[in-house]
Every structure is written in C-alpha cells, then in structure tokens.
C-alpha cells in the first residue's frame, strides 16, 4: 500500500536526498486517496507536479515532463 511508498519518501526526506522544493507524480485512480496525498505532499513543502490516473496517462508524464519522484499506485483499474 501507501504506507512502503510515503516511507520511502520520508526515508529520503530524512536522509537528506531530497532537499529544496522537488516536484512529486502521484500515480492513482482514486480521487480521495490522490487528494491526501497531495495534501501530505504539500505538507512536507513538495510541489504536486502532476497527478495520473492510467497507466497510460503516468506514461506520458514521465515520457514528456520533468519531475523529481513519484508515488505509485500498483493497482490501477485492476492494471498491475
């Protein structure tokens, strides 16, 4: 679930990896879970570059724009 991957970020905040505003992809289908993590997002001062609903979509982004890390969803739609 989300808990491994916000670990991971934290993990990264507090090992010093990640310093400065960074921008952060969130890879999810369902609403409410991509409004809380971007609001933890935006508690931690990260900037939200984008969020994905398909894997198509998360595809694209990260074939044509620019971010720092991303949190993902393993199961979208039923797609693993």
């Known amino acids: 679930g989300y808990g491994f991957a916000i670990a991971l970020l934290f993990r990264g905040i507090l ?3 990640m310093t400065g505003t960074k921008s952060i992809l969130v890879v999810e289908d369902e609403a409410m879970i991509a ?4 609001d933890v997002l935006e508690t931690l001062e990260y900037r939200l570059h984008a969020v994905a609903s398909t894997v198509e979509e998360a595809c694209a982004i990260a074939r044509d724009d620019q971010f720092d890390a991303a949190v993902l969803d393993c199961n979208l739609h039923g797609q693993k």
Do not use: V
């Open 15 to 17: 090992a010093g990896h």
């Open 35 to 38: 409004m809380m993590l971007e």
